[in-house]
Structures are given as structure tokens and as C-alpha cells.
């Protein structure tokens, strides 16, 4: 690892398997609706029960207590098994070579496209948070269909932006923490050759590896901010299609 300093392509693109991209795309599909039926009754066994309620109960009151989309029935539940899921792959993709780091852009994408998606399918009449194109046509079968195609197009973009946000900075954060790490396993070898030494390690050598670990969980701390602004964003996305078209159309 010493020798292998800027190379932490091998890890955070997973070599040259592509079907590993499609694999992990299809399966994180399956999270949401796996999370929803067994999340309860893990909950309500599991000795880790007061750690997840306490999460729930920091989403509840940050993000879902007096949102729109918190009324409806399960929505509350499928909010925060989006949130833990994101949350969890973050988390462990933080750990070096566990699994390639482009398994962190799919998930999320992947994790994410029901939720933006159904937004939009519930709410097949109304406009968008922006004022859309459908904002300014009379209510009609090809304004409907118009609007519904933009809409699906923008939540695409919005669910692909955000992705690539939380992939890129996990990203640029494991390839500093690789080369902090890298450059102190070499200082190791070339310790009395070229650092200043107190005992087996360097000076020089602590400071490495106290940037790798500082860095290591500020890579946590940034995931943690990340899926709870994207879990936010989504909520709020949401809550802006209440517009409604009718009443858009008595204004003019």
C-alpha cells in the first residue's frame, strides 16, 4: 500500500465491471420495499431498538413533522427506511475496500427513483415546486401528459444531481484518506532514513495516520449531513406539488 499512493482507482471505480454497476442497481430496487416489511417487527426485537428510535425520531421532528407528505399513512415509515438505507450505504462505503465506491452512486440513485417518481404519480394533476410548464396551460388531457413528461424528466435530474453529489464527495474523501494513509505506511518504511524518529514511529508518521482517521470520520460526519439534506429535499419536492392546477387557472 505504500507504493500504491494515487491509485485508489482500483477501489472507488471497481475495476472494469460493469455488471457489477447494473447488479447493484437492480438489487438496491428491492431495499425500500424490503426495509418497509420487515422494519417494523426489526425494530420492535432488535437489542439496537433505542438507536433507531432515536433516528426516527430525529427525522420525524427535522424533517417529516409538519410536512404534507407526513399525513399520508406509512409515509412517515417509508421516509425513514429511505433515510437508514442511505445512511447505512454511506456509512460502510466510508470503509476502505469494502466494496467499489461506484456501488455509492447506484444506490442512491437507484434507492431514490421510486420515491421522486411516485411524487410525480400521486400527484398527476397538480404543477411542480418551480412552476412548470403546466403552469401556464388550461387543464387539459396534453397539458396533464405534458407536464407529467417534464416532471418525470426533472425528477431524473434531481434524483441523478444528488447522487452525484454524495458520490463525488465520499469520492474525493476515501482518496484522501488513501493518500494520507499510504503516505504514512511509506514514511514507516523510510523512517530513520528520511523522518525524524521517536521509537518505531516517526513523528512525521503519527501525523499521517491522525489525518487518515480525522479524515476517515469527517467522511462519516459529511454522509450523515448528505442523506439528511437528501431525504430533506425530498420531502420538500413533494410538499411543492399542492399547487393546484384549478386554482392557477381561476387566478388568470
Not at 94 to 99: G, N
Not at 170 to 177: C, D, N, P, S
Amino acid at each position: 500500500m505504500a507504493l500504491d499512493i494515487f491509485s485508489f482507482s482500483d477501489f472507488a471505480l471497481g475495476g472494469e465491471s460493469k455488471s457489477l454497476g447494473v447488479l447493484s442497481f437492480l438489487a438496491a430496487l428491492s431495499i425500500p420495499i424490503f426495509m418497509t416489511s420487515v422494519g417494523l417487527y426489526w425494530v420492535a426485537h432488535c437489542r439496537e431498538a433505542s438507536v433507531v428510535n432515536s433516528l426516527f425520531q430525529l427525522v420525524d421532528k427535522s424533517i417529516i413533522s409538519g410536512s404534507a407528505i407526513g399525513k399520508a399513512p406509512g409515509a412517515s415509515q417509508l421516509i425513514f427506511c429511505e433515510y437508514l438505507t442511505l445512511l447505512s450505504v454511506c456509512g460502510f462505503s466510508s470503509t476502505v475496500f469494502v466494496y467499489p465506491i461506484i456501488t455509492n452512486f447506484w444506490i442512491p440513485f437507484s434507492v431514490a427513483f421510486p420515491f421522486w417518481f411516485s411524487s410525480v404519480a400521486f400527484t398527476f394533476k397538480g404543477i411542480s415546486w418551480y412552476g412548470s410548464f403546466a403552469g401556464t396551460t388550461y387543464e387539459g388531457y396534453v397539458s396533464s401528459l405534458a407536464n407529467f413528461a417534464l416532471e418525470s424528466v426533472t425528477v431524473v435530474l434531481r434524483v441523478f444531481t444528488l447522487a452525484l453529489r454524495i458520490f463525488l464527495n465520499l469520492m474525493i474523501g476515501l482518496a484522501l484518506v488513501k493518500l494520507f494513509f499510504s503516505l504514512g505506511a511509506l514514511s514507516c518504511l523510510l523512517d530513520k532514513g528520511l523522518y525524524f524518529s521517536t521509537g518505531s514511529f516517526g513523528f512525521v508518521n503519527m501525523i499521517l495516520f491522525g489525518l487518515g482517521f480525522g479524515l476517515y470520520w469527517w467522511d462519516w460526519f459529511v454522509a450523515f449531513l448528505q442523506v439528511w439534506l437528501f431525504t430533506f429535499l425530498s420531502v420538500s419536492y413533494f410538499d411543492g406539488y399542492k399547487i393546484n392546477m384549478k386554482e392557477v387557472v381561476k387566478k388568470k
